[in-house]
């Protein structure tokens, strides 16, 4: 099990920049770990996603303006967001994925959740 922490999130005006972490209390080594975000009366959505060893995915509505890294000497996965807009907003989420999950973007193959934190986009 792992006990995921998020922050970095908040306000921000489009154009601007916010880097979210993710701080991870247990094991993370070999996990895929992802950031997914859900806005108001929408599905959870995957953004990045990040294997053990650096190889990385990004949703094609990021790709370009978010980085997703992780520093596996700290326990610690980062998204890096640049150029945001507000159709950004949303409560983003940190995740593990099943050891046997099979895709990058489905929420049903990450099986520890972080609580999530609120980023808000203003035009």
């Known amino acids: 099990q792992v006990q995921l922490v998020e922050s970095g999130g908040g306000l921000v005006q489009a154009g601007g920049s916010l880097r979210l972490s993710c701080e991870a209390s247990g094991r993370t080594v070999n996990y895929v770990m992802g950031w997914f975000r859900q806005a108001p009366g929408k599905e959870r959505d995957s953004v990045a996603a990040?294997?053990?060893?650096?190889?990385?995915y990004y949703a094609e509505s990021v790709k370009g303006r978010f980085t997703i890294s992780r520093d596996n000497a700290k326990n610690t996965v980062y998204l890096q967001m640049n150029n945001l807009k507000p159709e950004d907003t949303a409560v983003y989420y940190c995740?593990?994925?099943?050891?046997?999950?099979?895709?990058?973007?489905?929420?049903?193959?990450?099986?520890?959740w972080g609580q999530g934190t609120q980023v808000t986009v203003s035009s």
């Open positions: 990040v294997t053990w060893v650096g190889l990385t």
């Open positions: 995740a593990r994925r099943f050891r046997g999950g099979r895709t990058w973007s489905d929420a049903a193959d990450f099986d520890s």
